[in-house]
C-alpha cells in the first residue's frame, strides 16, 4: 500500500525539514512506500522568496541574496537525499488540474499546513481539494498554528475537511477548531512526528559532536535586543559559553558564537549536546525535550499557542520564561523521567492512529 503526503517541505525552516523527513520515515513504518506530492508555495522559491525576506525592498537584495543561495544548496539537498518527492512539480493551483494519482491514502500534514495566516489564506491542495471524493484522506498531526480560525475560513474550511475520513491535528486548539467551529466530530490529537520517533533514531542519523565543552544553543527565529540580553546574562550566570544556531547569514552579527547555517542534521547534534537550547521555536523545544536537552522557552508574539501547548502536554511549562529578568529557570529543571513517559505514551497513540488507517484501508503490515 502506498501513501501520498502534502506539506510545506519547500519551506527554508530546519523544523519543517525534519518534521517532514519524520512524518516520511513514521509512515514507512506502515505503508510499502511513502510520497511527498511536490508542491512549492510560492513564497519559497525565486523571485516571490526574495520578495518575503526583503519586505519588497529590493535594495536588501544584495544583504540577503546569499543567505537565500545557502538555503538552496542545504535544503535544497536535504529534500533531493532524504525526501521521497513526486517526480511532477506544482507550482500553482491549476497545476493540480492534471493531477497524477501516485497513491492508495493520502495526507496531509504535518505542520502548519492550515495556518490561514503564514499560508495568505486557505491553500486548497493542503487540504486535498485535487483529489476525488472517494479516495481514502487523512490528516497527520496537521497544524493551525492558532487558537480560533477566523470566521471568514470557517465554511470553506469545513468543506474541505469534512471529507476526510480521519483528522488528527498537533494541539489541543485544533481540536477545539474541528469540533466546535467546524462541527466535525472525528478529530483527535497526535504529536508532532518528529516526536513518535524515539531519540535513538535521531542519533543514529545525527553526525558527529559539533562543539566541545558545555554551552548554551541559542535557536532563534524572532529578533530582539532583550532575548539577545538575556542569553548574555544566562552565559554569564551559568558560566557556559553561547553557541548561536544562525539560520540566516545575517544573524553572525548577533552575540554568541556563529554556527553558520549548519547541514540540516547538524540541528539533532547541537541540541542533544547542547546543555541548554534558548528558544522561541516549536521544533527546537520539541527535539530538545525528546532528546533530553533543558529548554528555555521564550514564546513568540504570533503562533504561540502550539509551544504552550506542548510544554502543557510535557508537564513543562517551568521552562517557559515570561519575564526576561527570570534567570531562575535554570533551578526549575525538567523532569525528563516523567517526560519519557508521557511521549512514549503519545508515540502508542501515533501507532494506533495509524495501524487503524492501513486497516480500514485493506493493509495488513500496520505494528
Not at 7 to 35: P, R, W
Not at 94 to 116: I, K, L, P, R
Request: hydrophobic fraction near 35%; charged fraction near 30%; proline fraction near 4%.
Amino acid at each position: 500500500m502506498k501513501a501520498a503526503v502534502i506539506t510545506l517541505h519547500s519551506v527554508c525552516n530546519y523544523g519543517t525539514q525534519l518534521q517532514a523527513y519524520a512524518t516520511q520515515e513514521k509512515l514507512k513504518q506502515y505503508f510499502d512506500d511513502v510520497v511527498f506530492i511536490d508542491y512549492r508555495r510560492p513564497d519559497t522559491y525565486g523571485v516571490e522568496l526574495v520578495k518575503t525576506f526583503t519586505k519588497g525592498n529590493f535594495l536588501k537584495v544584495p544583504v540577503i541574496l546569499p543567505t537565500i543561495l545557502y538555503w538552496k544548496r542545504n535544503f535544497g539537498g536535504f529534500q533531493k537525499k532524504f525526501l521521497n518527492l513526486t517526480s511532477k512539480k506544482y507550482f500553482s493551483l491549476e497545476d493540480f488540474d492534471d493531477f497524477e494519482d501516485v497513491a492508495d491514502v493520502y495526507f496531509s500534514g504535518s505542520d502548519q499546513v492550515w495556518n490561514t495566516g503564514w499560508n495568505h489564506g486557505i491553500i486548497p491542495p493542503m487540504y486535498l481539494s485535487f483529489l476525488d471524493d472517494n479516495k481514502p484522506r487523512y490528516s497527520y498531526s496537521s497544524s493551525f498554528g492558532k487558537s480560533v480560525l477566523e470566521d471568514k475560513y470557517i465554511e470553506e474550511t469545513k468543506k474541505y475537511l469534512e471529507k476526510y475520513k480521519m483528522i488528527s491535528v498537533r494541539e489541543e486548539s485544533g481540536i477545539k477548531i474541528v469540533k466546535e467551529q467546524l462541527g466535525i466530530k472525528n478529530c483527535i490529537r497526535i504529536v508532532d512526528p518528529t516526536l513518535a520517533l524515539e531519540p535513538d533514531f535521531w542519533r543514529k542519523i545525527a553526525p558527529k559532536k559539533k562543539v566541545k565543552g558545555d554551552y548554551i544553543l541559542i535557536y532563534n527565529l524572532n529578533r530582539s535586543k532583550e532575548f539577545d540580553d538575556y542569553a548574555e546574562r544566562l552565559s554569564k550566570k551559568t558560566g557556559m559559553k553561547l553557541y548561536r544556531f544562525c539560520t540566516r547569514l545575517d544573524q553572525i552579527f548577533r552575540n554568541g558564537k556563529s554556527l553558520v547555517m549548519p547541514e540540516i542534521l547538524d540541528f539533532i547534534t547541537l541540541v542533544d549536546n547542547a546543555k541548554i537550547v534558548l528558544t522561541d521555536s516549536f521544533h527546537a523545544t520539541a527535539f530538545a525535550i525528546n532528546l533530553n536537552t533543558e529548554p528555555i522557552c521564550i514564546y513568540p508574539n504570533k503562533y504561540s499557542g502550539r509551544l504552550s501547548s506542548f510544554l502543557e502536554l510535557v508537564e513543562s511549562t517551568q521552562r517557559h520564561v515570561e519575564d526576561y529578568n527570570d534567570l531562575d529557570v535554570i533551578n526549575r529543571p525538567t523532569d525528563f523521567e516523567k517526560v519519557n513517559k508521557i511521549l512514549n505514551e503519545e508515540r502508542r497513540k501515533v501507532d494506533n492512529f495509524l495501524n487503524r488507517i492501513v486497516k480500514e484501508n485493506g493493509g495488513n503490515n500496520g505494528k
